[in-house]
């Protein structure tokens, strides 16, 4: 574990402006769909308090594959779980498409969550008493979508990411890589403006964390979904626009990079994602070979 740990001291910290100045949201139109502010989280833990962010800031433009890289404890989750209204700050503010999330009540949350939000996690969530196709139809129960629509856009997503033969399987009955597919599909099927996905090749060999990573960003590219990947595999990062660096719960580094799914490469509906692209277009002013150690 690598946080910043302080005592507990009656320190009045610094004259934070990020404490009394409000968000003022951005329009959606502006290029932007994910801003973060002056973002800070103290946990207390008996007569300590571990700081798991600093004070973050970040921007996100739409359509942007954006990898938040760093080793274990350095604070991803949380920012993750910040972002996505899972938590609360102890300050700072978290504007999604316009809105403010920090600013949300429980109750707005659940809902801004199932409309705008899909997740991608390490341990896949699939209900277990679910087949493949009724967890992947799940979202759009809450977008008041038909039961017959539900089913034939579950079974196109299936398809696209492989399980054509796997619609009536639980679970139990899929392996990891399998089940992660799954996740995948769920998470993409209401095409919501953000998808995060936290360690999502965590519990995979690197054969599948290969197949996996090629999934979901494939799928992001094609519906130019916004994504953003918490991990601390420097080879997961070779497949983002974007490499932000957290350390100790601060931002140590921010450079683009170039993807190896770029992100002009057309796609069709016949071609499902698979083997890696060698293809590769340099953006201007972009950074290859990102590398971090492993945590
Ligand atoms: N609920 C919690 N209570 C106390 N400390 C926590 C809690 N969650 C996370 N932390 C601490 O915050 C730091 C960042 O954790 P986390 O965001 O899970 O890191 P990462 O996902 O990068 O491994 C760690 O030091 C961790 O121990
Ligand atoms: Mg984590």
Known sequence: MSAVEE???PSPGPPGKDSVRRAK??????????QVRGLRKVYEVEDEKVVALGKISLQIKKGEICCILGTSGSGKSTLLNIMAGLEKPTRGHV??????VTA??????AVFRRQNIGFIFQSYNLMPQDTAL????????????????????????????????????????MSGGQQQRVGIARAFISQPPV????????NLDS????????????????????????????????????????????IVSDTENVSVVPREEPETDAQPAQAPSKRKKPLADSKQGQKQTKG
């Open 134 to 173: 009724e967890n992947v139809a799940m979202p759009l129960v809450f977008k008041g979508v038909s039961k017959k629509e539900r089913e034939a856009r579950a079974k196109k997503m299936l398809a696209r990411v492989g399980l054509k033969g796997r619609m009536k399987h639980r679970p139990s009955q």
């Open 104 to 109: 949300m009540s429980e109750k707005e949350l």
């Open 95 to 100: 504007i999604i498409a316009g809105r403010e």
């Open 25 to 34: 949201p951005v329009a959606a139109d502006d290029g932007v769909i994910l």
């Open 207 to 250: 054969h599948t964390t290969t197949e996996v990573m090629e999934m979901i960003v494939r799928m992001a590219r094609r519906y130019h979904e916004t994504l953003i990947i918490v991990t601390h595999d420097g080879d997961i990062a070779r497949y983002a626009d974007r490499i932000v660096r957290l350390v100790d719960g601060a």
């Open 7 to 9: 005592r507990l001291h």
């Open 195 to 202: 998808v995060f996905a936290d360690e999502p090749t965590g």
